[in-house]
């Protein structure tokens, strides 16, 4: 069996390596961390309730995340909900100081 490879196998496992990580990275995109902290269209008041119940776009508490909270309101899956509290975005995997776990 001849072991080297013709000009037309580089080529060809070349393109297909290429082909592969363009695949690979626009897959790696589709799962970027989910971010709802675009706070724009707030009033500077509602912008400042945000601030002052320390709204974290990730939860530093274990168990304590915005999507079991009672006053998160959930939007399409992997987008950013709202809040009964808080005016704008608001991402599930996040917390603020009035967490309020919902009732099981
Ligand atoms: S009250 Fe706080 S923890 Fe609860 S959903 Fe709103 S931002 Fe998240």
Redesign the pocket.
């Known amino acids: 069996m001849d072991s080297k490879l013709s000009r037309r196998d580089v080529l060809q496992k070349s393109a297909a390596l290429g082909l592969f990580a363009v695949v690979g990275t626009a897959c790696s995109k589709e799962q970027k961390a989910l971010s709802c902290t675009d706070t724009m269209s707030l009033s500077s008041a509602d912008a400042l309730v945000r601030t002052t119940?320390s709204?974290a776009d990730k939860s530093p508490e274990a168990g304590?995340?915005?999507s079991v909270?009672?006053?998160?309101i959930p939007a399409a899956p992997a987008a950013c909900?709202t809040?009964?509290?808080?005016k704008g975005p608001?991402n599930p995997a996040?917390?603020?100081?009035?967490?309020?776990p919902k009732a099981t």
Do not use: D, H
């Not at 909270?69 to 998160?72: D, E």
């Open positions: 119940l709204y304590k995340s915005c909270c009672q006053q998160f909900g809040c009964k509290v808080l608001i996040g917390y603020c100081k009035s967490f309020a």
